[in-house]
């Protein structure tokens, strides 16, 4: 299947309010200060980052809404893509 044809035709389609694009933000927030403190602290993160989570809350409450596709292809989707740093990253190596 080429590249056109995938992107014509999504296995996946959502559709969503500003208000729940930011409890996705606002949670993904949390657990990165979260993340941050530990690692600060000299611990490792523990668990699943939480987007994930309250995407699929967010879909089964209905506040995100699947056009196409099911809530497991939707969270597999997103689950593609990685964190935001908690830091800015080196540059340089001094």
Excluded: C, W
Excluded at 16 to 26: G, K
């Amino acid at each position: 299947m080429g590249m056109l044809s995938q992107l014509s035709n999504p296995q996946v389609v959502i559709q969503m309010t500003r208000s729940a694009l930011r409890n996705l933000l606002v949670a993904e927030n949390v657990h990165l200060k979260n993340k941050f403190d530990r690692e600060q602290n000299g611990e490792k993160p523990v668990g699943d980052p939480p987007f994930l989570a309250a995407l699929k809350q967010a879909i089964e409450k209905g506040e995100i809404k699947l056009l196409k596709g099911t809530v497991d292809q939707a969270v597999a989707f997103f689950g593609n893509f990685d964190e935001r740093l908690s830091y800015a990253p080196f540059l340089t190596v001094r």
